[in-house]
């Protein structure tokens, strides 16, 4: 099973931030999953939430801020003055440290409300510049946004990322519509969706997996992936059991 730390080391680090992702890698994970948006001067910057307000002392839209202005606020405020300050990163200085690494790379494209003209196209484009493209998952809310990308991107697998509810007939969905994973909330993951996308061979990435007990079945119902924020947990976990 592999392990991917959510938003970085989220749960201990700053979330999106260089710093998550280089103590994501100390802590062994087997990849990082991240969140891609547009600056208002089209720069592709690495942050979650479509406003600044939660994560850094900004305020309003990222949409809305040049690059510029994005990188003079400090992405360290949500976890209370506990880490040095840190700046929202961009997806080019991420893919040119994640190149040196072994780290698999889930890249979210947050399309699901906002409209990013050719997020898709710059995004596509920033992989293959940096030869990433064997190292590279796709996914996203908005499955058009994902679809998308497999175009641009044929190599590369693409997740469909659901919420709220989890998608029934997941297997035979992400195999009619070209995805290679199926992304569910793993609160309502059920054992019958897992065994639906095993017979259509479609892989499952679950999140946020936090609690050890879910980590557990999510191991015994054979899931390829899970998402948390304690990476660090789960590996030592997995090494513990040989």
Not at 17 to 40: C, P, S, W, Y
Not at 92 to 120: A, F, Q, R
Not at 207 to 233: A, Q, R, S, Y
């Amino acid at each position: 099973m592999r392990v991917f730390a959510h938003r970085g080391y989220s749960g201990k680090y700053p979330e999106n931030t260089m710093l998550a992702f280089r103590e994501a890698e100390k802590a062994g994970t087997d990849g990082i999953e991240l969140d891609v948006q547009l600056t208002k001067d089209g720069q592709i910057v690495i942050i979650h939430d479509e406003t600044l307000d939660r994560t850094t002392t900004g305020t309003g839209w990222v949409k809305d801020h040049t690059l510029k202005e994005l990188k003079a606020l400090d992405a360290s405020v949500i976890k209370g003055g506990t880490c040095p300050p840190e700046r929202i990163p961009t997806l080019e200085e991420y893919c040119d440290w994640v190149k040196g690494t072994k780290l698999i790379t889930n890249i979210e494209l947050k399309t699901s409300i906002i409209c990013y003209p050719e997020i898709e196209e710059k995004t596509a484009e920033m992989v293959r510049a940096f030869g990433l493209e064997d190292r590279v998952i796709f996914s996203s809310f908005n499955h058009l946004s994902a679809l998308r990308m497999k175009e641009l991107l044929p190599q590369c697998p693409v997740g469909a990322l659901v919420e709220n509810n989890d998608l029934q007939f997941a297997g035979y969905y992400c195999h009619k519509y070209g995805f290679d994973f199926y992304h569910p909330d793993c609160h309502l993951l059920t054992k019958a969706n897992v065994d639906n996308c095993k017979e259509y061979s479609i892989g499952i990435n679950t999140w946020t997996v936090n609690d050890l007990g879910m980590f557990e079945t999510m191991v015994e119902w054979g899931v390829e992936g899970v998402i948390g924020n304690f990476p660090g947990v789960p590996k030592a976990w997995l090494k513990a059991q040989g």
